[in-house]
């Protein structure tokens, strides 16, 4: 192919999927901008090709995907999503945090982006409306600040004794919209609340001083920062014999005591079925934020004999997964 030839080729993105000659059509490009460390999204990336695949687009086969991560750095991500404007790609699919569709949302008007979110998207200035979105933007939410008071109360049963909450939460200001409903469910309960807002790993551990200081009974872990440091997270917990619940059951698995959350994978193979929708002509405009109607209660056994908790039988009835 010549050169001239190939930049007609990019130019004409708008028109997805272009033909590269009568009998070879292109493969569309799909732009996937991550504001995790993207070893931290592999399993949910694996749920956003699933959704991909329901609708027959396969990576590598007849689909291309383009990654760019800020890998936790969210700074880098306005000119990682300028980037994949400027290939340009036929949709951004934007995952790992809400300013990853911030970020896109600031780079292009035009090219739809699909996204996932634990927050409101609507009070984060993502879209209009839920189920008018409106513009060149749909996507996904898992509304993780909806669970506060269901923890809470799972909390309540595993610690009788509960009188003092620390709440563990992301420092960016677009996840404090996903922890809103915390203090106002730790009031109702009449719980004394200690949070601590985490950047980084060295936040965890200071937060874990000061619920130490502060003699806190248990522990609510959510956000993006606690999600990506889970490991430094559950070992202070257990190091400082505190019972811990989360949003993510990531959390459990690498030595949490509990989680109680929606099914964040199930929102990423929601959104690779919007970008395969899309690629085959839907307007995101025409397509509804999908809300979390899966939710999952697990319960680490190992965790809490290693707390010297009795888990009552009633909360083991209630748990879809006890990891022994």
Do not use: C
């Given at each position: 192919?010549?050169?001239?030839?190939?930049?007609t080729l990019l130019?004409g993105?708008?028109?997805?999927?272009?033909?590269?000659?009568a009998?070879q059509?292109a493969?569309?490009v799909?732009?996937?901008l991550n504001?995790?460390?993207s070893?931290?999204?592999?399993n949910?990336l694996?749920a956003?090709r699933?959704g991909l695949?329901?609708?027959?687009f396969?990576?590598?086969?007849n689909?291309?995907?383009?990654?760019?991560?800020g890998e936790?750095?969210?700074?880098?991500?306005?000119?990682?999503?300028?980037e994949?404007v400027?290939?340009?790609?036929?949709?951004?699919a934007?995952v790992?945090?809400?300013?990853s569709?911030?970020?896109?949302k600031?780079?292009?008007?035009t090219?739809?982006?699909?996204?996932?979110t634990?927050?409101?998207p609507?009070e984060?200035?993502?879209?209009p409306?839920?189920?008018?979105p409106?513009?060149?933007?749909t996507?996904a939410?898992?509304?993780?600040?909806?669970?506060?008071?269901?923890?809470?109360?799972?909390?309540?049963d595993?610690v009788?004794?509960?009188?003092a909450?620390?709440?563990?939460?992301?420092?960016?200001?677009?996840?404090?919209?996903?922890?809103?409903?915390?203090?106002?469910?730790a009031?109702?309960?009449?719980?004394?609340?200690?949070?601590?807002?985490?950047?980084?790993e060295?936040?965890i551990?200071?937060?874990?001083?000061?619920?130490v200081?502060?003699?806190?009974?248990?522990v609510?872990?959510?956000?993006?920062?606690?999600f990506?440091?889970?490991?430094?997270?559950?070992?202070?917990?257990?190091q400082h014999?505190?019972?811990?619940?989360s949003?993510?059951?990531?959390?459990?698995?690498?030595?949490g005591?509990?989680s109680y959350?929606?099914?964040?994978?199930?929102a990423?193979?929601?959104?690779?079925?919007?970008?395969?929708?899309i690629?085959?002509?839907?307007?995101?405009?025409?397509?509804?934020?999908?809300?979390?109607?899966?939710?999952?209660?697990v319960?680490?056994?190992?965790?809490?004999r290693g707390l010297g908790?009795?888990?009552?039988?009633?909360?083991?009835?209630?748990?879809?997964?006890?990891i022994e």
């Amino acid at each position: 192919m010549r050169r001239r030839d190939f930049i007609t080729l990019l130019g004409g993105a708008a028109a997805w999927p272009l033909a590269a000659g009568a009998q070879q059509p292109a493969m569309p490009v799909i732009g996937l901008l991550n504001g995790q460390p993207s070893a931290a999204i592999t399993n949910f990336l694996v749920a956003f090709r699933q959704g991909l695949a329901e609708a027959g687009f396969f990576e590598g086969r007849n689909l291309a995907i383009v990654y760019r991560s800020g890998e936790g750095n969210v700074e880098r991500l306005p000119a990682l999503a300028t980037e994949l404007v400027n290939i340009p790609v036929a949709v951004i699919a934007a995952v790992g945090g809400d300013e990853s569709v911030l970020s896109a949302k600031a780079a292009t008007a035009t090219i739809p982006i699909v996204f996932t979110t634990g927050g409101d998207p609507v009070e984060l200035g993502i879209v209009p409306s839920l189920n008018r979105p409106g513009g060149n933007v749909t996507g996904a939410t898992f509304l993780g600040g909806l669970v506060a008071t269901k923890q809470i109360g799972l909390l309540r049963d595993m610690v009788p004794r509960l009188r003092a909450l620390g709440l563990l939460a992301s420092a960016t200001d677009s996840m404090k919209s996903n922890l809103k409903d915390v203090p106002a469910a730790a009031q109702a309960a009449g719980l004394e609340l200690v949070v601590a807002q985490a950047a980084d790993e060295g936040d965890i551990d200071r937060a874990f001083a000061q619920f130490v200081e502060h003699r806190v009974d248990a522990v609510i872990a959510s956000g993006i920062v606690p999600f990506r440091y889970r490991d430094r997270a559950a070992a202070l917990a257990a190091q400082h014999a505190i019972p811990s619940i989360s949003n993510n059951r990531e959390f459990v698995d690498v030595g949490g005591l509990m989680s109680y959350g929606a099914n964040a994978k199930d929102a990423y193979r929601q959104a690779g079925v919007y970008v395969a929708r899309i690629l085959k002509g839907d307007r995101p405009a025409d397509l509804p934020v999908t809300q979390a109607t899966k939710f999952e209660f697990v319960i680490n056994l190992k965790v809490a004999r290693g707390l010297g908790l009795t888990v009552p039988p009633t909360l083991l009835g209630r748990a879809d997964e006890v990891i022994e």
